[in-house]
C-alpha cells in the first residue's frame, strides 16, 4: 500500500520536473529569438546563471498560472465572454511580466508585447508537455480528472452515490449536432469526413443510425422542447406572434425560452429528461437539469450557476485553455473571411452576404461554444452524473451561410467528429461507463433566398397584397440563430427578439415573421384567428396572390365554411380535415406531411396565414424568407429528417415507441404506413426517457448530506403541479413522501412525481 502512494508520488513529481524543464528550455529558446526578451544582466551572465534565471522564471510563471489565474477568470466573470477571450493575452502576459519581477537581481526583463507572445508560447508548450506525459500513464490522467471532478462535485454539493462505478449503471451522453440530417450525416461517414462515426458504424456491436422526422416547424426551439421536456404544443416556429400581448415569441430570445419551457412543464407535469441527477450544456432549455452551462432559458436568471457566462469559468480557469481557444478563434475568424473571398471571386451561387459580425459570431460558435461544451460533458462524466445532453451548433451556423453541402461545413464535421472522438476516449477512464448516443434536432434544405429569385421579401409579397406601399428597394430579413443571440448574451447585450421591421408600424399592418422557409402572417387589429372570409373582404388579393406565387408551396388559413383549408396554385383548396399525403399542393412535401400541418392547426398561436414555400423533391431546393442558403424551420426536403445514432446495447426506437404506446395501437405511421423512425420530437423524447430508464433503473432523486427529506423546487411552475396531491408553488420546501419517488417504466403516473425536483 505504502510502495503504491510512494510511486504515485514519484510519479507525479517526474511529472512537474519534466514540465517545468521544458519550460525552462522553452524560455531560454525565446530569450534567444525575441531581441525584447531578456535573462541576463546587462553585463553578460554564464551559461549556468542564465540556464538558473530561465528555471527561476518558468517556476514562478508556472506557479502564478496555477494559483492567480483561477481567481482572475473568477473575478472577471463580470466581463463579457467574448472580452475575456481578447483578455486572456494581456492577462497572461501581465503574469509574466510578474514573473520576471520576481528573479532575482532583476535580470528578467521583456516589454509588454513581447510578454504576451512569451506567454502564450510557455502556457501552450506546458499544457502540450503536460497531457502527453499523463497520457502516457492512463491511470494518472484518470485519477487527476476524478480528482478535479471531486473537488467540483463537492464545491457544487453534488452528492457521489455508492453505486457510481465501472461496474454500476451506465450513464448516457446526449450529443446533438445541431442542424445535421441524416443523409448528411451518413454521407460524411461513408466519405471518411467523420472516421469517428464511420468506426461506430461499421462496428458490428457499435451503433445503429435511425433517421426521424421533426414536427411541421423543424428547427431548434420546437424540436429540443419536445426532446428535452416532453412536449412543445403550440410551438408553431421559430417566432411567432402572440396578439393577447402584442409580443413575438422567440426560440433564441432568453425570455421566451423560459415561458416555452414552463408551458411545457404545466402541459407535461414531469420537470424534463435530465431532471434527476442531469447536466444540460450549450441548449436553449434545461431540461430540468441541476448542472447547467450556457442554457438560453437560465440567461436571464440570477443567482449562484445561473447566469450564462458561469458555464465559461470551468475552461477559462486554465490559461491554456484560455490561450488555445483564443488562438483558434482569432484563426477561424481569417479562414471565414478566406472562404467568404474565395466564394465571392468565384461568383458561387446561391450565396449570402457574411460580412459584418458574422465571422466572428461563426467563431463563436465553431470554436468557443465548442470547446467550452465539449469540456463541461468531460467534466461531467468524469463528475459520475447519470445523464448529460449537450448541444454543439457549429455545423447549422455555417451551413445557414455557405450551405449543407458546401467544403466550409464538411469542414466542420470533421472538426466536430475530432470532439466526439475525445469524448468516446475519455469514456473508457471515466469513474463510470457510459453509453454515447448522437442526434440531431433537424437538419438542412438547401436553396437560394426567396429574395435572391424573387427579387423581393415575403413581407413585401404581402403588403403588395394587401395593397398596402413597398419600398422601392426590397428590404431583406435578416438571418437569426441560436448562435447570434448567445453572442449576444455572452456580449451582455440584450438579445432583440424582432426587428423593427417586424413590429407592426400600426395595427392594421400585418406582422410578417420568417422561420426559414415557414412564413407566419398575423393581423393585430382582427381578434383571434382570422379567416379567409374576413381577410378577402378586407384584402381581395393577399390570398390568392401568395398562393399562386412560384415560391410559395402551400398557405394554411382558417376558413368559416370549410374548417381550415390549404390554399396553393391554381385555385387548389383542399379542408384540412380532408388532406391526404401525396395529394394537392402538398403531394410532394412527403408522408406524414399532412399530418404535421393537421397538428398545428391546432395550436392556439398558429398565425392567421401559415405559407411554406416551394419544394424541389429533384433538387431538394426550397427558398428560404430569411437570408440563408442553408435553412430550416417548415416542410420540404432534408430539414425534416435528423438523426439518431445509438448503441446498439438499447431498445430500437420503435421498439421503444411500441412499449409506450396504449394496448391496442400499432407502430404505424401516417396512413399506416410503416414508421423508419420516430415521428415528432416528443416521440424522440419517449424514446430517450426509456434509454434512460433501461440504463439506470429506478430514478431517484439523489439526497444530500443533512436532506430533511423536502426537495428544494427552483422552476417556476404554474399552477396544478402537485406532489401526491400537494400544490407546489415557486422555489417551495415540499415534503416528498418515500413512496412518490421511484420512477420506473411500470410506476405510477409521472405526474405525481416532482417536476424539476433536485434533493
Request: aromatic share 6%; with cysteine; glycine share 10%.
Amino acid at each position: 500500500m505504502n510502495d503504491g502512494r510512494w510511486r504515485k508520488a514519484g510519479g507525479t513529481l517526474i511529472r512537474v520536473i519534466s514540465v517545468w524543464a521544458v519550460s525552462t528550455l522553452t524560455m531560454l529558446a525565446l530569450a534567444g529569438i525575441l531581441p525584447d526578451f531578456q535573462l541576463q544582466a546587462d553585463d553578460g551572465d554564464t551559461v549556468t546563471r542564465t540556464a538558473f534565471t530561465a528555471a527561476w522564471g518558468a517556476g514562478a510563471f508556472g506557479l502564478l498560472s496555477a494559483l492567480v489565474w483561477p481567481v482572475l477568470v473568477r473575478a472577471l466573470l463580470i466581463v463579457p465572454a467574448l472580452v475575456l477571450g481578447a483578455l486572456v493575452f494581456f492577462l497572461n502576459g501581465s503574469l509574466l511580466l510578474i514573473a520576471l519581477r520576481l528573479i532575482p537581481d532583476g535580470r528578467g526583463d521583456a516589454n509588454p508585447e513581447t510578454a504576451v507572445v512569451v506567454a502564450a508560447v510557455m502556457s501552450a508548450v506546458a499544457s502540450a508537455t503536460s497531457t502527453a506525459l499523463a497520457v502516457r500513464d492512463d491511470d494518472a490522467y484518470r485519477r487527476r480528472l476524478s480528482r478535479l471532478a471531486d473537488r467540483r462535485r463537492r464545491r457544487s454539493g453534488t452528492p457521489q452515490t455508492a453505486d457510481r462505478g465501472r461496474n454500476g449503471p451506465p450513464g448516457i451522453v446526449f450529443l446533438q449536432l445541431d442542424g445535421v440530417g441524416h443523409d448528411v450525416l451518413a454521407q460524411a461517414a461513408a466519405d471518411g469526413l467523420m472516421p469517428t462515426v464511420a468506426g461506430l458504424l461499421a462496428d458490428e456491436a457499435g451503433h445503429r443510425l435511425t433517421p426521424w422526422t421533426t414536427d411541421w416547424s423543424s428547427q431548434t426551439g420546437a424540436s429540443q422542447l419536445g426532446i428535452l421536456h416532453g412536449s412543445n404544443h403550440d410551438v408553431p416556429a421559430f417566432r411567432w406572434f402572440e396578439k393577447e400581448t402584442g409580443t413575438v415569441m422567440v426560440s433564441s430570445r432568453p425570455a421566451s425560452a423560459l415561458e416555452l419551457q414552463r408551458r411545457a412543464i404545466a402541459r407535461t407535469h414531469d420537470g424534463g429528461l435530465l431532471t434527476v441527477d442531469g447536466a444540460s450544456r450549450g441548449n436553449l432549455f434545461s431540461g430540468g437539469a441541476d448542472q447547467l452551462a450556457l442554457v438560453l432559458s437560465m440567461a436571464a436568471r440570477r443567482g449562484k450557476g445561473r447566469r450564462s457566462r458561469a458555464g465559461y469559468f470551468a475552461y477559462f480557469s486554465d490559461p491554456a485553455n484560455a490561450v488555445r481557444t483564443a488562438l483558434s478563434f482569432v484563426a477561424e475568424v481569417g479562414r471565414e473571411m478566406g472562404q467568404s473571398l474565395r466564394a465571392r471571386v468565384r461568383k458561387e451561387s446561391p450565396r449570402v452576404k457574411r460580412g459584418g459580425l458574422y465571422p466572428f459570431i461563426r467563431a463563436f460558435a465553431t470554436v468557443v461554444e465548442r470547446d467550452v461544451v465539449v469540456s463541461a460533458v468531460i467534466g461531467d462524466m468524469f463528475a459520475g452524473r447519470t445523464a448529460v445532453y449537450a448541444d454543439l451548433v457549429a455545423y447549422d451556423e455555417v451551413a445557414h451561410h455557405s450551405g449543407p453541402h458546401s467544403r466550409d461545413a464538411e469542414k466542420v464535421l470533421t472538426r466536430l467528429d475530432r470532439s466526439l472522438g475525445l469524448i468516446l476516449k475519455v469514456a473508457d477512464h471515466t469513474p463510470r461507463a457510459y453509453r454515447i448516443v448522437l442526434l440531431s434536432d433537424h437538419g438542412q434544405s438547401p436553396g437560394e433566398t426567396f429574395a435572391g429569385r424573387y427579387g423581393l421579401t415575403l413581407k413585401d409579397l404581402v403588403r403588395a397584397g394587401c395593397g398596402l406601399p413597398v419600398p422601392r428597394r426590397a428590404q431583406r430579413t435578416r438571418s437569426a440563430s441560436e448562435a447570434r443571440d448567445a453572442v449576444r448574451i455572452a456580449l451582455h447585450r440584450p438579445v432583440v427578439g424582432v426587428s423593427e421591421a417586424e413590429h407592426p408600424a400600426k395595427p392594421s399592418d400585418p406582422v410578417v415573421l420568417a422561420s426559414g422557409n415557414l412564413g407566419l402572417l398575423s393581423f393585430p387589429d382582427i381578434e383571434g384567428r382570422a379567416t379567409r372570409e374576413q381577410l378577402d373582404r378586407r384584402y381581395p388579393a393577399l390570398l390568392g396572390t401568395l398562393a399562386a406565387h412560384p415560391g410559395i408551396g402551400f398557405l394554411l388559413v382558417k376558413s368559416q365554411k370549410h374548417g381550415s383549408v390549404v390554399l396553393g396554385p391554381g385555385g387548389a383548396e383542399i379542408p384540412l380535415a380532408e388532406l391526404r399525403d401525396g395529394e394537392g399542393p402538398m403531394a410532394v412535401f412527403g408522408p406524414g406531411a399532412a399530418d404535421a400541418v393537421r397538428r398545428t392547426d391546432g395550436f392556439p398561436h398558429v398565425a392567421d396565414v401559415m405559407v411554406n414555400s416551394m419544394y424541389d423533391p429533384e433538387t431538394g431546393r426550397v427558398h428560404a424568407f430569411e437570408e440563408q442558403i442553408g435553412s430550416h424551420g417548415g416542410l420540404g426536403g432534408e430539414q425534416s429528417r435528423p438523426f439518431l445514432l445509438w448503441p446498439r446495447t438499447l431498445t430500437d426506437p420503435l421498439d421503444a415507441m411500441a412499449a409506450d404506446l396504449p394496448p391496442g395501437t400499432s407502430e404505424a405511421g401516417p396512413a399506416g404506413i410503416p414508421q423508419a423512425g420516430p415521428v415528432g420530437a416528443e416521440a424522440v423524447h419517449r424514446v430517450l426517457a426509456r434509454w434512460l430508464r433501461e440504463l439506470s433503473g429506478p430514478q431517484v432523486p439523489l439526497q444530500q448530506e443533512g436532506f430533511t427529506g423536502a426537495v428544494r423546487v427552483d422552476e417556476p411552475f404554474p399552477e396544478g403541479v402537485a406532489v401526491a396531491g400537494t400544490p407546489v408553488s415557486a422555489s417551495a420546501d415540499v415534503p416528498v413522501p418515500a413512496e412518490v419517488v421511484p420512477l420506473r417504466a411500470d410506476a405510477p403516473d409521472p405526474g405525481d412525481a416532482v417536476p424539476g425536483a433536485r434533493g
